[in-house]
């Protein structure tokens, strides 16, 4: 789980500091918008991986029911204008997830 942490963690990075540096230099914002993809990307894998591991946890079912209206919004209705703030809304709920369930290393001699 911690692996999976640090690695979410990064992928939810990369666009961020992308995003932050093309606002100086502006050849960046091509990657920070692929970045994003990538991250969703993974972190769908993650949510799978996550399911199979804590079937029992709720949350991890209404990011699912997220990123399904979120293509159902983008793809079926057309609405792109309209979910610009899901993504990132997601990628901060399922990194919520993680966090919240992890439990705590013991630091046991």
Known sequence: MKNLRGFNNFVVLVPIVLGLIGCI???LWGFALLSTMITGFVQVVFAICYAADNPNNKHIYIYFSGVAI???LWFALSLTEYIAWMPPVLALYLTGIFYSNS????HEP
């Not at 439990?103 to 013991?106: D, H, R």
């Open 70 to 72: 979120f293509f159902i």
């Open 25 to 27: 230099e502006n050849s």
């Open 103 to 106: 439990k705590p290393e013991s």
